[in-house]
């Protein structure tokens, strides 16, 4: 994916920002739900709003394809609703994508769009490339390669899935600035 100029370090900015007002550090695990609280932004779990009307059920977990998503009240405001049938660490990477909607200020999209050609696509990369961010700072990456952790440890320190993990590390730049910093050592 090809972000609009800027963006990456425009979501680096936001992840920080958020991180620093709920008092994390960048090699802190991020907590959804907190920073969901923080935003004043309601959580529900998907079985606790549905339970009285299949038509709703059948829309939100048709095969289990739906994990989160926002849906804007009154003046607009949001609520994110999760499907926690889910493991915990794909809850965590769900919410926190749905935060990164809020933080990145994307529009709403009808029900009927679920699952459609009709969302933004754009918009849905951004948004997982700022939850990456959250969940897993750049700095974060550099400090678990730089401890020798194993991505295993890294996910469960984290809360995150051993593959967010992995593309996290991958894509942070980590690995060169680590290994730039192992031949300087070496010098």
Not at 77 to 104: Q, T
Not at 127 to 145: D, K, T
Request: with cysteine; aromatic share 6%.
């Amino acid at each position: 994916m090809t972000f609009r100029r800027g963006f990456k370090a425009e979501a680096d900015r936001v992840a920080r920002d958020l991180r620093g007002e709920m008092g994390l550090s960048q090699t802190d695990p991020f907590d959804p739900f907190a920073a969901a609280a923080d935003l004043c932004i309601p959580v529900y779990a998907f079985t606790k709003v549905v339970h009285d009307s299949q038509s709703i059920e059948a829309v939100l977990l048709r095969d289990g394809r739906v994990s989160a998503m926002t849906i804007f009240t009154a003046r607009n405001r949001r609520a994110i609703f999760y499907n926690e049938n889910r493991v915990r660490a794909r809850v965590v990477s769900d919410i926190s994508h749905e935060i990164a909607h809020a933080l990145l200020f994307h529009p709403a999209h009808s029900v009927s769009d679920l699952g459609c050609a009709g969302i933004d696509r754009s918009a849905e990369e951004e948004a997982a490339h700022l939850a990456g961010l959250l969940l897993v700072p750049n700095e974060a990456a550099l400090h678990i390669l730089s401890a020798g952790l194993p991505p295993e440890a890294a996910s469960r320190l984290f809360g995150v899935s051993e593959p967010m993990m992995r593309y996290r590390i991958n894509i942070s730049g980590a690995r060169l600035r680590h290994a730039r910093r192992q031949r300087r050592l070496a010098i």
